[in-house]
């Protein structure tokens, strides 16, 4: 058993829920977050006793941070909130729906800037960006600029809040079609889940941008 605790914003679904699971299998404490009370108690419970919840909107930050300061003890955060936005690429998406996207962005620069108070001195902050970053694509333009967002922010936080380490997991297309990748395999959040672990777990593994994407856009493998 881990004496660690990590806070998963977004816990009760898709890759937060993923990552739920192998951290509290691999023995950390997991607190998992979200707003609908019903899932988190689901969750936790199939979980077991390793897992707890806190019922809290990620985007009220003043909320968010009471919630953290009133858990404790937090070793690690991992951001994998989803923002259900109608956006696609700049020249058809409107200010207003460019906004609502990048939500994300201000919810993890907020989870950031709150990080050195209410974490451990030696802890972590995992946010999840996106393989547009690295290989644009038309029709994706909003989505693109928000992960090279993220994928910045992280270089600079690592700097700023020294020795608390900061890192970025970069997935490809979960649950769409393969696009060119190199290897002949649909991603899944569970290999998102994997690799967050890997880097939660490593005190030397900082201001990195970690791609999970089997090559996409790369390769000739389309599923």
């Known amino acids: 058993m881990k004496n660690e ?3 998963i914003l977004g816990g009760g679904s898709g890759m937060g829920l993923a990552t739920a699971a192998v951290l509290t299998q691999n023995g950390y404490q997991v607190v998992i977050s979200g ?13 077991g006793p390793n897992c707890t919840y806190a019922l809290v909107d990620a ?3 003043e909320r968010l941070k009471r919630t953290l300061l009133g858990i404790g003890k937090i070793d690690h955060i ?5 923002v259900r936005a109608n956006a696609g690429g700049i ?3 409107s200010e207003a729906n460019a906004k609502k996207a990048f939500q994300r962005f201000w919810i993890s620069y907020n989870v950031l800037h709150l990080s050195s108070e ?8 995992t946010l999840i960006s996106g393989s547009s970053a690295k290989t644009p694509l038309k029709g994706y333009g909003v989505w693109g600029s928000l992960h090279g967002s993220l994928n ?3 270089k600079q936080a690592a700097i700023d809040l020294a020795p608390i380490r900061v890192n970025a997991i970069s997935p490809g297309g979960i649950g769409m079609n393969p696009d060119r990748q ?3 395999h649909n991603g899944t959040t569970e290999n998102v889940a994997q690799m967050i672990y890997a880097v939660v777990g490593n005190a030397a593994v900082t201001a990195t941008v970690i791609d999970v994407d089997g090559g996409e856009r790369m390769g000739t493998w389309n599923g």
């Open 152 to 154: 910045a922010l992280v």
């Open 5 to 7: 605790v990590v806070f």
């Open 91 to 93: 020249h058809n998406t």
């Open 118 to 125: 209410v974490l451990q001195r030696n802890g972590s902050v």
């Open 182 to 184: 190199l290897t002949e």
């Open 59 to 61: 985007s009220d930050a």
């Open 78 to 82: 991992v951001v994998t909130i989803s």
């Open 35 to 47: 707003r609908t009370e019903t899932t988190l108690d689901r969750v936790s419970k199939r979980l």
